[in-house]
């Protein structure tokens, strides 16, 4: 059948009146992202036209509008209590029989008393009232646009003003409101278009405009085709924390998220997995150690470096993840929280601590150790709550279950961290970014050439930007050799001639500041000379002139590359540059073969479920390839693995015996039984 359109009368709300209000509050609310507040939704109200109030149908919210038949006399009822007045009035005029609504009581705001009644049409069509004159009025037979329904909820749900009128200010503006984009016309208008007429406020101080969900390749989702994803098999499999750190963490909440399940899977190894992890590292040794944090705190300034590195971080990340809470930002909070557990806690501060759980005596350093731990994995819990709400306090309470140092019961009780500056040390942070940057770039260096990092290495060169650098690198240079396996580390304050490089425009950076000028500056970057880069790289900037324009060359403008040399592979970083001495004397191949056996006696240990404290009795059968390297680290390999006896002898034939592969074609028999 053809859709027929024909004009009709309809009521209005002359929203117009205050256009320029709400265009002004509009400003005042933070908008996420911004471009919404200021483009959809600034845009819609500049375009604003009246808002077209009633709609025609049989049930709904009436318009509490009466009106005599020939439309000279209008009444618009504003309460229950004046609708009760009104109909007690047309009854007495003898224009109703009787009160329809008999039996309700005006101020009784109960369940019970409001189910007496129904506001809703077609009931109400069967009031009518009686004009000033006497005339006989009639409902206007329209309805009110649902959309003001959902507009007026923040004093509906208060009853405001009839109830709670000296509390409704405690709730409202609301605080954070979140819906689709969709409702830019929809919810977010009416809430704020009836706010600034009734009191010219804002109806929320913050709003989140979300995206929409999409799958892998960014097509909407939809059961014809195939590609939904069912939100309940998808946490009955990974779990709802994963999920929901997922599509918190892959895009900003406003921004539409590609929706790839693998991605939950990365989530809950890389975070969940390593926290748990962690967690599980430090209740094993606090176990074994009986550590219940019943020692007397130990001052932050008295503990470690790598102690006092971790908890500056941690104070750092407490102030960034509350910023971006208090800012709607939950995206960069997951992902600094990410990174703190990942990059930071786990990978660095728990590894480079394990020889200080690991045995020894319960001293200063040790309780030290688990006293930092514990902080940062109890932090952990707390930041990450909002987002991760059953794992955090599953953490939580695990943690507190032992030491008892909260009195909350749930995470979810308990007080959010609050940074302490004057544990944050930003120039050790620097110095350890330092060594963590410069052994990830020796790590990638050993990758590179196939070289194990139980392999040592003789030296590393380094060359020297400034005084302020070499000072830094040499307070982490025990950390970094020790994490690479390197022996020394040589400075070098000129290193033309040793270490060569190549440099070249990056376009990326380049083209959005000089636009048409890129290419000249490109070919001026390319005829830079080995001094030219060197000294870009220690000041951090170059100036240029390009047809009379002066051009400032930053580090991220370009893109420098290093030339390896014979016998060293060179790489180069943000400014840092590493060369890597790999030749192997036969002294560094032997201890290379050292702690090749000691890695795989540990695996085995683990793999026979032996305790971390269990002494062993260790042979290994003699193989004229290897026999002088473990005699010569005899020692080295019996402290790393417990072995109170390491005999070699000529053939094992035990069918407890291992073979292990110690090098590409080297292989080893051995035995590891526990020490009686």
């Not at 359109?5 to 933070?30: C, G, H, Q, R």
């Not at 599980?280 to 932050?300: L, Q, R």
């Not at 693995?641 to 002898?649: G, I, N, R």
């Amino acid at each position: 059948k053809p859709v027929l359109y024909y004009p009709l009368d309809s009521w209005f709300i002359k929203t117009t009146a205050v256009k320029e209000k709400m265009m002004a509050l509009n400003t005042t609310i933070n908008w996420k992202p911004a471009s919404t507040g200021t483009g959809r939704f600034g845009n819609w109200l500049e375009n604003l036209v009246d808002w077209n109030l009633s709609r025609s149908r049989y049930w709904g919210t009436p318009l509490p509008i009466w009106r005599t038949e020939d439309g000279s006399e209008v009444k618009c009822i504003g309460s229950v209590e004046d609708l009760m007045k009104e109909i007690d009035a047309a009854v007495a005029a003898g224009v109703m029989e009787k009160n329809i609504f008999e039996g309700f009581e005006v101020g009784n705001h109960s369940k019970e008393n409001y189910e007496k009644i129904d506001l809703h049409r077609p009931f109400v069509d069967d009031i009518f009232l009686v004009s000033k004159s006497g005339k006989k009025m009639f409902r206007e037979p329209d309805l009110i646009d649902v959309w003001f329904d959902s507009g007026a909820m923040p004093y509906a749900q208060r009853h405001f003003p009839f109830e709670h009128k000296e509390k409704f200010n405690e709730v409202f503006p609301a605080d954070f409101i979140a819906e689709g984009v969709d409702q830019t016309r929809g919810w977010f208008f009416t809430l704020h278009a009836i706010a600034t007429m009734i009191d010219e406020s804002v109806a929320f101080k913050n709003i989140i405009s979300n995206g929409l969900v999409l799958d892998k390749n960014g097509n909407k989702m939809s059961k014809r085709l195939g590609n939904a994803v069912e939100p309940f098999a998808a946490i009955e499999e990974h779990g709802s924390d994963p999920l929901r750190w997922y599509m918190l963490t892959n895009s900003q909440p406003w921004d539409n998220l590609k929706f790839d399940i693998s991605g939950v899977d990365e989530v809950k190894r890389k975070f969940f997995g390593t926290l748990y992890n962690t967690y599980n590292f430090f209740a094993m040794y606090a176990n074994i150690d009986g550590f219940t944090y019943a020692e007397e705190e130990i001052p932050v300034a008295d503990r470690s470096e790598l102690d006092r590195w971790i908890i500056s971080l941690l104070n750092s990340l407490v102030k960034e993840v509350a910023e971006c809470y208090e800012t709607y930002e939950p995206t960069r909070a997951g992902r600094a929280i990410s990174e703190f557990v990942g990059e930071n806690l786990s990978n660095w501060f728990v590894r480079l601590s394990r020889r200080r759980y690991w045995g020894g005596s319960y001293d200063k350093d040790k309780v030290s150790a688990y006293q930092t731990l514990y902080t940062c994995l109890n932090t952990v819990a707390k930041l990450s709550a909002p987002m991760a709400p059953f794992y955090a306090d599953l953490l939580y309470t695990d943690l507190n279950k032992i030491a008892g140092k909260e009195k909350d019961q749930s995470v979810h009780l308990a007080d959010f961290p609050v940074a302490d500056d004057s544990l944050i040390d930003r120039d050790l942070e620097d110095r350890m970014a330092i060594a963590q940057k410069a052994s990830s770039m020796i790590l990638s260096l050993r990758r590179k050439e196939k070289l194990k990092v139980r392999q040592p290495l003789a030296r590393i060169m380094i060359p020297v930007l400034n005084n302020g650098f070499q000072e830094k690198f040499d307070a982490v240079k025990s950390i970094i050799l020790s994490e690479v396996n390197v022996k020394e580390v040589e400075y070098l304050n000129d290193a033309a001639g040793i270490i060569s490089k190549k440099i070249k425009a990056n376009f990326k950076t380049l083209g959005p500041k000089y636009g048409k000028l890129m290419k000249q500056i490109a070919a001026e970057v390319t005829g830079f000379t080995q001094e030219d880069i060197s000294r870009l790289e220690r000041s951090g900037s170059y100036d240029l002139t390009i047809n009379g324009e002066p051009i400032a060359l930053s580090l991220e403008d370009v893109e420098i590359q290093t030339e390896d040399v014979p016998g060293w592979l060179v790489a180069s970083e943000g400014g840092l540059t590493i060369a890597l001495d790999i030749n192997l004397t036969e002294e560094l191949k032997q201890e290379g073969i050292a702690r090749e056996f000691i890695n795989k006696i540990q695996n085995i240990r683990k793999d026979s479920d032996f305790e971390v404290t269990d002494r062993i009795v260790l042979k290994i059968q003699k193989n004229e390839r290897f026999n002088l390297a473990v005699e010569n680290y005899r020692d080295y390999i019996s402290n790393q693995t417990l072995a109170s006896e390491l005999v070699m002898v000529d053939v094992i034939s035990q069918a407890t015996a291992h073979t292990v592969e110690i090098d590409t074609d080297l292989e080893a028999v051995l035995v590891v039984e526990k020490h009686s």
